[in-house]
C-alpha cells in the first residue's frame, strides 16, 4: 500500500464508497451535460423542457434550438404559463463561471419543478460544436478539440 501522506490530492481522504455512491448519485439528479441534453434532444423524446435563463441580450445573441427563453427574473410570473408541472425542466445560462442556471434552477424547485441545470452552459454547448440559433439563423462552429472529440456528440464516457 502506498503512503498518502505527502500527496496535496489525499490530504482528505476519499469517501468511504456508500458515501460516494449518495453524493455522486445526487449530483447527477442535479446536473446534466451539455453531450447529454443534445443526444436527449436529438433523439425526439427529450423529456424535459430546456430553459434560457439569460436576458434578452444573451438570448437574442444565441441560443441553443428549442430552448425557452426564461430569464430568472422572470420566473415567478412566467413559468406557470410557460411550462408543464408535469415535465422536468432543464436549465442553462452563460457557462461555468456563471450562477444563472443555479439561480433560476432554485427559482423553480421553489415553484414545484423538478429541475436539472445543464453544467457548462451556452459556453460548453457552443464549445463542443453543437448548433446555436442566432439573428443570421443556425449556426455551428466546430469543437473545440480540448473540449471535446471532433464530430462526436458526446465523449463516450
Not at 83 to 94: F, H, N, Q, S
Request: aromatic share 8%; proline share 9%.
Amino acid at each position: 500500500m502506498q503512503n498518502n501522506a505527502t500527496s496535496a490530492a489525499l490530504t482528505v481522504p476519499p469517501a468511504h464508497p456508500d458515501a460516494a455512491v449518495t453524493f455522486f448519485e445526487g449530483r447527477l439528479s442535479f446536473q446534466a451535460d451539455v453531450s447529454d441534453v443534445r443526444a436527449s434532444l436529438l433523439s425526439g423524446h427529450a423529456g424535459f423542457a430546456l430553459i434560457d435563463s439569460r436576458g434578452v441580450a444573451g438570448w437574442q445573441q444565441a441560443r441553443i434550438p428549442g430552448a425557452l427563453h426564461l430569464p430568472t427574473a422572470d420566473i415567478p410570473t412566467r413559468a406557470a404559463a410557460l411550462l408543464d408541472p408535469a415535465l422536468p425542466v432543464i436549465t442553462y445560462c452563460w457557462g461555468p463561471g456563471c450562477d444563472g442556471a443555479t439561480r433560476s434552477a432554485l427559482a423553480l424547485a421553489r415553484l414545484g419543478y423538478r429541475v436539472k441545470e445543464m453544467i457548462g452552459g451556452i459556453e460548453y454547448w457552443i464549445r463542443e460544436g453543437f448548433p446555436v440559433r442566432t439573428p443570421d439563423g443556425v449556426e455551428q462552429r466546430k469543437a473545440d478539440p480540448l473540449t471535446a472529440p471532433p464530430g462526436a456528440i458526446t465523449c463516450a464516457c
